[in-house]
């Protein structure tokens, strides 16, 4: 009986951290896992654009975020910057899931940022004072830099695959 009461207090303790975490209204830790996600989306579809059968290699194996974005980086489908945030992000992303206390702070995004070089230093200089807006805008150089290669992808022919027919 000692032990339920002993787990109960427990998990209840547990919740109550969970709560407290996840309600802090200045956390950029979910907006962060959020842009991941949408991110690890873009590069499926440079995937798909890219792979006459790209379907088959999403569908039928788990590839993780890093190998993926290593497929897209073999592809020349993006900017040595934005690979290099993206593999940053991709970082940042794993640590955060394995880390109860992990925040996003002005040098995590400053981490991503850097390797897009001249665009990033436009956004730090013009948003570093607000932590949220920093953040906020470096996704969006980001985001936009990757859009860019998925348009690219997906209006050129995709790669054309020698058969084994001889």
Same mark, same amino acid.
């Given at each position: 009986?000692?032990?339920?009461?002993?787990?109960?207090?427990?998990?209840?303790?547990?919740?109550? %951290?969970?709560?407290?975490?996840?309600?802090?209204? %200045?956390?950029?830790?979910?907006?962060?896992?959020?842009?991941?996600?949408?991110?690890?989306?873009?590069?499926?579809?440079?995937?798909?654009?890219?792979?006459?059968?790209?379907?088959?290699?999403?569908?039928?194996?788990?590839?993780?975020? /890093?190998?993926?974005?290593?497929?897209?980086?073999?592809? %020349?489908?993006?900017?040595?910057?934005?690979?290099?945030?993206? /593999?940053?992000?991709?970082?940042?992303?794993?640590?955060?899931?394995?880390?109860?206390?992990?925040?996003?702070?002005?040098?995590?995004?400053?981490?991503?940022?850097?390797?897009?070089?001249?665009?990033?230093?436009?956004?730090?200089?013009?948003?570093?004072?607000?932590?949220?807006?920093?953040?906020?805008?470096?996704?969006?150089?980001?985001?936009?830099?990757?859009?860019?290669?998925?348009?690219?992808?997906?209006?050129?022919?995709?790669?054309?695959?020698?058969?084994?027919?001889?």
């Amino acid at each position: 009986m000692t032990d339920n009461l002993i787990s109960k207090d427990f998990a209840e303790r547990e919740v109550k %951290d969970l709560i407290a975490l996840i309600e802090k209204s %200045d956390d950029l830790v979910p907006a962060l896992l959020r842009f991941h996600l949408l991110t690890e989306n873009l590069l499926e579809r440079i995937l798909l654009a890219q792979l006459p059968q790209g379907h088959r290699l999403l569908s039928n194996t788990s590839l993780s975020y /890093r190998q993926k974005l290593e497929i897209v980086n073999a592809f %020349d489908a993006g900017s040595p910057g934005l690979i290099g945030s993206l /593999r940053t992000l991709n970082t940042i992303r794993n640590n955060a899931s394995h880390e109860r206390e992990t925040t996003v702070t002005k040098d995590t995004i400053e981490c991503i940022g850097r390797p897009l070089g001249k665009d990033f230093i436009k956004v730090r200089d013009e948003h570093s004072k607000d932590l949220k807006a920093f953040a906020f805008h470096t996704y969006g150089v980001i985001f936009a830099e990757l859009i860019h290669a998925v348009y690219k992808t997906e209006h050129t022919p995709p790669l054309e695959i020698p058969s084994d027919s001889g």
